[in-house]
Nanobody, 123 residues
Framework: QVQLVESGGGLVQPGGSLRLSCTVSGFTFGYYAIGWFRQAPGKEREGVSCSGSNGSTHYAEPVKGRFTISRDNVKKKLFLEMNGLKPEDTAVYYC?????????????????WGQGTQVTVSS
């Protein structure tokens, strides 16, 4: 059974930093791409970043230069280092596994999802 568990969310002031973690079990972690998504209240879920098993990474425009994705294939963990946080980054953040080994976007190729972790950026 595939399980993804996110952690590391919380309340932070604008300009602050957080590091999200996603622990994956029951999945051949090293073979596939894994992504971060977020959903703000009243908005559709959007892709944030992706890490391919081939070493490729992708970032959505709103987070480029501020967020960094990384993965530990031995520990089966995915990370998202978030710096320079803005109020518009407030959302529930989810990690999800892809059916592909490379980052192709943020579409239906993502099949298993975690329960999410809340990130709130506010003064």
């Amino acid at each position: 059974q595939v399980q993804l568990v996110e952690s590391g969310g919380g309340l932070v002031q604008p300009g602050g930093s957080l590091r999200l973690s996603c622990t994956v079990s029951g999945f051949t972690f090293g073979y596939y791409a894994i992504g971060w998504f977020r959903q703000a209240p009243g908005k559709e879920r959007e892709g944030v970043s992706c890490s391919g098993s081939n070493g490729s990474t992708h970032y959505a425009e709103p987070v480029k230069g501020r967020f960094t994705i990384s993965r530990d294939n031995v520990k089966k963990k995915l990370f998202l280092e978030m710096n320079g946080l803005k109020p518009e980054d407030t959302a529930v953040y989810y990690c999800a596994t892809s059916l592909l080994y490379y980052c192709s976007g943020y579409g239906p190729e993502y099949d298993y999802w975690g329960q999410g972790t809340q990130v709130t950026v506010s003064s």
